[in-house]
């Protein structure tokens, strides 16, 4: 009995462990990511990578705060959203718009794993 009660404390504290660690996003990581699949679909300068590394780390880190409501978490994307556009050319916006869904499914994808 006292080995049942030891392997399901186990089994139970390895599942909670293994959840909390998938949770948690590193800003710089993510930013990274993002950064890499927007600079293949449009091609950014150097100082726009700078630029939209340092925004994107910024997103992530206050995006991972759970006390967040979700109502700030869908303003916070719509304000980053449009500093990247403004950050990008005219012809940069062009192939993001039309690259979008490419770009989306891409992020959507990385958030997965």
Known sequence: MKK?????ALFFALTIGANAQTTKIDPAQAAKKEVSVLSDIVGLTDQQTTDLFRLYEQKYQLLSDPQMSAERKTEMNRIVELKVQATLTQEQNKKLAEGKQRFDK????????
């Open 4 to 8: 049942l009660f030891l392997t399901l």
């Open 106 to 113: 891409i992020m959507a994808e990385s958030a997965n794993k």
